[in-house]
Nanobody, 123 residues
Framework: QEQLVESGGGLVQTGGSLRLSCLVSGPDFSRYAMAWYRQAPGKEREFVASVGRSGSNTYTSNSAKGRFTISRDNAKRAVYLQMNSLKPEDTAVYYC????????????????WGQGTQVTVSS
């Protein structure tokens, strides 16, 4: 079974940047679309960005568009989320997920989740 391990979270000031990484163990990484979701306290988990199996199809939420970039490296079994121009409302636990069904990282199709990494943006 694939295991997902996120890293790269932390505390950053408004306007700063962070790069999240998600490393996936197991041989089938290239079969999964990968996605980043986030969950703030008291809120539901929400979609941030996804990347298709080959890396050529990416989707980004409206709130992240123009600031966040998702990418993947199939050789390294890794997916990344580069976050720039961070805002306090980006504060959340960020999770990566593996979707073996669609090519869009749809939440209901996610079969594996990481443990999450905390991102805190101070004002």
């Amino acid at each position: 079974q694939e295991q997902l391990v996120e890293s790269g979270g932390g505390l950053v000031q408004t306007g700063g940047s962070l790069r999240l990484s998600c490393l996936v163990s197991g041989p089938d990484f290239s079969r999964y679309a990968m996605a980043w979701y986030r969950q703030a306290p008291g809120k539901e988990r929400e979609f941030v960005a996804s990347v298709g199996r080959s890396g050529s199809n990416t989707y980004t939420s409206n709130s992240a568009k123009g600031r966040f970039t998702i990418s993947r490296d199939n050789a390294k079994r890794a997916v990344y989320l580069q976050m720039n121009s961070l805002k306090p409302e980006d504060t959340a636990v960020y999770y990566c997920g593996a979707d073996p069904i669609s090519n869009g990282g749809i939440q209901s199709y996610i079969r594996r989740w990481g443990q999450g990494t905390q991102v805190t943006v101070s004002s």
